[in-house]
Every structure is written in C-alpha cells, then in structure tokens.
C-alpha cells in the first residue's frame, strides 16, 4: 500500500483518509507519514470505523507571565491580605 492508496470517505463535513486494517497493518509507516503531515486516517474493518489516528495534539508554549511581571513590577509584591482589599474594592465598580 502506498500513502495514495487509500482511500478517502467525507465524514462531518471533511474528507478522512481510510484504510482497511489489514492495509494498516500492512503498511502502518505510510499511515504514519499521512498522520504526521496533519491528516487524520479512519481504520475500518468490514466496512465500519473502528479507529481514527489522528495527529498527536501540539503543545502550546505560555509567555512566562511571573517573569513579564517582575520584569514590570520588580520583586515589589503585595502580600495575600493587600491583594484581596483591592480586589474586594474593585468588586463593588462591576
């Protein structure tokens, strides 16, 4: 099986890539290659899904917010008791 062999199915309005699981099975590193070049490939067997293999979700790098603040605001930091009497007086402005 090569990576064009397999064929496609519309399914929620986008088209899936499927593949038999023998054809899986038999050629799992062209189901690999689809995979990692963002497509998402529907095993069947007999003719239902059985398995959808989907790229592994991306990991999201946050901004270091503590070091933007201390970049911001130095190592000036209120105490826990500073910070709730302004959040208590801001609650009444909302």
Same mark, same amino acid.
């Given at each position: 099986?090569?990576?064009? %062999?397999? %064929?496609? +199915? &519309? =399914?929620?309005?986008? +088209?899936?890539?499927?593949? @038999?699981? @023998?054809?899986?099975?038999?050629?799992?590193?062209?189901? /690999? &290659? /689809? !995979?990692? @070049?963002?497509?998402? +490939? =529907? $095993? !069947?067997?007999?003719?239902? #899904? !059985?398995?959808?293999?989907? #790229?592994? #979700?991306?990991? !999201?790098?946050? #901004?270091?917010?503590?070091?933007?603040?201390?970049?911001?605001?130095?190592?000036? $930091? /209120?105490?826990?008791?500073?910070?709730?009497?302004?959040?208590?007086?801001?609650?009444?402005?909302?």
């Amino acid at each position: 099986m090569e990576v064009d %062999s397999l %064929s496609s +199915v &519309k =399914q929620a309005g986008e +088209v899936m890539k499927t593949a @038999t699981v @023998t054809e899986a099975g038999l050629d799992f590193l062209s189901v /690999l &290659k /689809l !995979v990692e @070049t963002g497509e998402e +490939v =529907q $095993v !069947v067997r007999e003719g239902k #899904p !059985v398995a959808v293999i989907s #790229p592994a #979700p991306r990991s !999201v790098k946050h #901004p270091d917010y503590l070091a933007r603040l201390r970049e911001t605001f130095g190592e000036n $930091v /209120l105490s826990s008791e500073a910070s709730a009497a302004i959040r208590d007086s801001n609650r009444g402005e909302r």
